[in-house]
């Protein structure tokens, strides 16, 4: 960082009066003019706080994609499907049994075990052929699609949180002033958000110490680096690439529940969700998990914002977000050249 | 500049042998060069109006055109640039809207209402810049990401045109999109577009096999194989990647007029994530290989598209499986015939013709 | 911000051009290093050769020869130092930028269009250097690029196998074929990688023939292993070992030269 300051001084200035005017926006009584401009604060923080959330649903989807792709290099655009898979399973179980947090584990060894078939009927026989292998999960998602589709029928379905998650919970951000008792008004938000979001940075983190400070995690971390480099060190890797595969399409089926529970389940979800992880991943740099992270929640704040400020054009604001971001830094934000 | 060689699988060096097989006989006349399995397909083509129905002239024959011609495009960008882009359909329908919009169309709020011989133009241009700019960032990475990237700008499309009302008429599109009445003839009567999109279609056909062999094509498949021999050749490879994607534009461009006049209408339903996704099927289905893959591709498509709901229904299963039934001949194709329906019958007619006691190791040269 | 720089320099070198034009060297590297990671394969390297000039580039495996080559070319960009080419500063240019300013290399391990026929490779290189590179419009047979094609495939003794598939070809047809294409397009300066490797005596005579028989403007650098070859193809030598220069000299001085014996052909491989 002080590298960075050192070296693009401006930049650096600028960056920090931005993080600065934040701040600043997030925790202040917003004077008239402000509100003049962007309106009531209310919305600007609901809109800031709802895209950080969504970010964090982004996240669960798109770390696996990039996870399985940094290690093996395949495009799995079955992902949306995965996770629309975990979606229905989810309320399955949910409904089932009458647990919430059940759908959790459910969702996630389900949708890792068919994760597992995928790596091994697809995937290790068409080692090194990229495009077939991405002609393949193309295929396997419009099988899955109308499989779904027939099971499920194109209803909506919601995956209810229970109780004492569903109401909202007053938090400690101000939004304005009382005119008659001067007193200050708090956000409330629901509290069923939060608890994911701070599940999905946890998630985060257990990834990066899994990564960064475990055998397993270096392994890998080499097979990302140098794919030859890893078949050399033995038959061990397969083992490592199923045990990826599995992770990265358990996450999908676990953002599924998530998914299911602060939006809804239905068919096109898969699209929608697929296409999310693509950009999330283009902006933020292909294999990188720090850089999912950082993608996950560069679009979701541009979804929600987006919605809030300019609704008619919310969907094409990540795109133009997404080209931009290839024009200038085609490997990602993050990514390495 | 980093070049990764990626391993696209599916590409081979056919086109390159056919070359060589064609340039060793090029003593003969032209005619003589041509297959005779083509002069018979070409004079039941042409005769096809006599005893088909309008049904098949239209509906059959001329949407298969036209979506071979959009999936020739793909093919010349993925079988001779080794570039899968997802963003063909795309660039059909930005050239259909752009009829609408300059053109004539029953939304006259919006459409200008120029005539068609400013309009066609125009809408060319509009496909071929835009096929250029994502071409332009397509390239800039590598092999696999294409796919992604122009799948992405591809959705970006569809809900922009979704969502714009001032100028793309947002949900609804526009209908009414009639081709002109040139020579006094209704070009959208079964016999007639049968004939124009058939001109078209083995228009755009000759002129890719013909580019295929020409500098241009030829340095394309260059790059595609050995793109830092061609650096090394003093070739500016990626472009050549981007004036690829600007020729395909052009023929999906053309396409793209000739399918908003078929419908007589263009919505964002046009270019959505299904049929984006479908051009691809179509191209891998036919053969990524040769220009005619993907018109038998599109043939098979148009057919499993109009019929297989009766099918399905005789079988006692819901009309509505059509989609399980393309996706499963897709992955089908790709598990057992990467080159498609072309090269599973070249591989029966080698196998036919093998001789037991000599190893026949040249059957692609035949 | 990096759009700026290069803008800057290349404006500047429009001026050292001019400035340079006639006096200056063919190449001229100045402090050029290349890193791969934390491995330096080039430390420090300061070569010029004249217009015209021939030089053997010797040294064992490891030396760095081809990944100066690469950096020459523009295959890599060097991690510091400049590449002058006839004066013009070329360090930041790509690589086919600088093979149209008249620069030619061959591959140590061929690098060539198997599926294609041999005319039809020479062609390719042919239309890399001129403006038909983009023609839509197929080559007729009296073409001119076809033409000087054509030639050059007679230059390397390969017009019996004009439209043999390259993919058929023997080996040494194959290396042959390189040089062919090294030498389409009025070439000004050209970078032999190993070209001898693997060749049968005979054909190492014709290979020797082909270098010599050169025009003699047309200057070059070789990499051989080979000794014999190297030192009768050449007018200067120039010994690499761990990435950096070791010696430089007349072909006779480095035969001569103790402690290029003791390196060479004591720690050597062949």
Known sequence: MRAYATKHPVWSAILFFAAAFLLWMIFAIWPAWLIDILGRKKVFLSALLNGITLGGLYFLVASGFTLIFGLMRNVNLAHGSLYLLGGYIGYIVATATGYWILA?????????????????????????????????????????????????????????????LSGPIQTFFVTGVKRSSGDLIFLKYPVVRLVILVAAILIGIGMWVLLNRTQVGMLIRAGVDDRDMLSATGARIQWVFVGVFAFGAGLAGLAGVVGGTFQSIAPGEDIRFLL??????????????????????IIGLAEQFGSVYFPTYAVVLTFVIMVVVLAFRPQGLLGRA | MAVTETNLGLSTQSDFSRRNAGESSSTAPWHAQVPVGYWVVGFVLLLMPAFASDFMLFQIFGWTFILGMIALSLMFLAGYGGMVSLVQMTLAALAGYCMAIFGTSAIETISLGWPWWVAIPIALIIAVIFGTITGALAVRTEGIYTIMITLAI??????????????????????????PNLFGIDWRGPKAFYYLTLFWATLSFLVVVYVSRAPFGLALQGVRDNPRRMAALGFNVNAHRIAAYSFSALIAGVAGILLTWQSAQISPGTAGTGPVIDILVIAVIGGLNKPIGPFIGAFIYVLLKTFAIDVLISLGLSGDR????????????????PDGVLGLWERWRASRNRDPLLDAGEDRLS | MSVQETGMERSTSVAERLSATGTAN?????????????????????????PGERRAVLGSNGAGKTTLFNCITGDFLASEGTVRFFGEDVTEFAAHERIRRGLRRTYQISLLFTGLTVIDNVYLACCGVSRGRFSFIRARRNDALMATAEDLVRVVHLEDSRDTLVANLSYGQQRQLEIAMALSGAPRFILFDEPAAGLSPTERSELIEILTGLPSHMGYIIIEHDMDVALRVSETVTMMHNGAIFKEGKPAEIEEDAEVQALYLGGGHE
């Open chain 1, 104 to 164: 959790f584990p459910a969702a996630f060894i389900v949708v890792a075990a068919f994760g597992i078939l995928l790596q091994f009927f697809v995937f290790r026989r068409m080692e090194g052929q990229d495009l077939r292998q991405t002609l393949v999960t193309i295929g396997i998602s419009i099988v899955m699609a109308d499989l779904m589709l027939w099971g499920f029928g194109g209803d909506f379905y919601n995956i209810t949180p229970p109780e004492w």
């Open chain 1, 276 to 297: 999310a992880s693509l950009v999330v991943v283009i902006v933020g740099g292909m294999g990188s998990i720090t850089g999912a992270a950082l993608g996950a929640v």
């Open chain 2, 154 to 179: 591809a959705s970006a499309f569809f809900y922009f045109t979704r969502q714009n009302y001032v100028i793309f008429n947002g949900f609804s599109g526009f209908n009414g999109v009639l081709p």
């Open chain 2, 322 to 337: 059509f989609q399980l039934l393309v996706g499963i001949s897709f992955l089908l194709i790709v598990f057992f015939s």
């Open chain 3, 26 to 50: 063919a190449l001229e590297l100045r402090g050029v290093s290349k890193y791969f990671g934390a491995l330096a394969a080039l430390k420090d390297i300061t070569i010029s050769v004249a």
